[in-house]
């Protein structure tokens, strides 16, 4: 009897034991999360600020600068160089005109609700073709998200690539996206030279994508090989 209640006691002593772990491991892995979150909360208000001073440059500097040189020609405009003057003109309109348009796009993409997202997608193919080739696998029965949803998924599309343009030797990325029951996968690959991701992870191009899928309680996981491509596989759910 002796035997069986040491016996029980150890049981219960180990099992005590063996919950208390799991519990402090519970514990711990909600403080990574809740930092980790923090930290995305932190870097994505600093996106945010870098963002607002890189249009703010955008004005001042291309805007500014071309409405001043139409003021000049406006200013000084003489008969006998009107031919002259008006095709300085235009060209400076219609180059002011593209610069908002592109600054428009950078702070909300306007369309994209008027679109949709694979044309939106399609258009943003087309506006990169020079710097690189954006391959897009899209479910043919793809369905349509709200627009919050939709505008992050673009803008993790759009930023992946950008970073790509910016710091790899890629001259290919495929977005790959299925409908699935449950959720939405999204696999964007390039063929570069990929990365280190604890290297990289700091990095505003990253921590951007990591918290616009994070507001979509959305999974992500990165599979990197060097010299073999990036890979970021994502599941938004429905």
Do not use: C
């Not at 063996?18 to 932190?42: C, G, P, W, Y």
């Not at 593209?98 to 258009?123: F, M, W």
């Not at 949803?149 to 803008?155: K, L, S």
Request: glycine residues 4%; without cysteine; neutral net charge.
């Amino acid at each position: 009897m002796l035997v069986l209640i040491i016996i029980i006691s150890f049981i219960l002593l180990a099992y005590r034991s063996f919950i208390q772990r799991i519990v402090q491991e519970k514990d711990l892995q909600f403080q990574a999360e809740m930092d980790h979150q923090k930290e995305l909360s932190i870097e994505n208000i600093k996106g945010q600020e870098d963002e607002r001073k890189r249009i703010a440059i955008s004005v001042h500097d291309d805007i500014g600068n071309r409405l001043n040189i139409l003021s000049l020609w406006l200013n000084n405009l003489e008969p006998e160089n009107q031919e002259a003057s008006k095709k300085v003109i235009t060209s400076q309109i219609t180059e002011l005109i593209d610069s908002t348009r592109n600054i428009s796009h950078s702070l909300y993409p306007v369309n994209l609700e008027k679109l949709g997202l694979i044309l939106y997608l399609q258009e943003l193919v087309a506006n990169l073709s020079q710097n690189i080739e954006l391959i897009l696998d899209i479910d043919p029965i793809y369905e349509k998200k709200d627009i919050f949803t939709e505008v992050q998924i673009y803008r993790v599309i759009q930023e992946f690539t950008t970073n790509v343009i910016k710091h790899s030797t890629a001259n290919e990325v495929v977005v790959y996206i299925r409908n699935h029951q449950k959720y939405l996968t999204m696999i964007i690959s390039d063929n570069g030279e990929s990365f280190d991701y604890e290297k990289a992870k700091k990095g505003m191009g990253l921590k951007n994508i990591e918290s616009r899928i994070v507001s979509l309680k959305g999974f992500y996981k990165w599979k990197n090989k060097i010299g073999k491509g990036s890979r970021l596989i994502i599941n938004i759910p429905n």
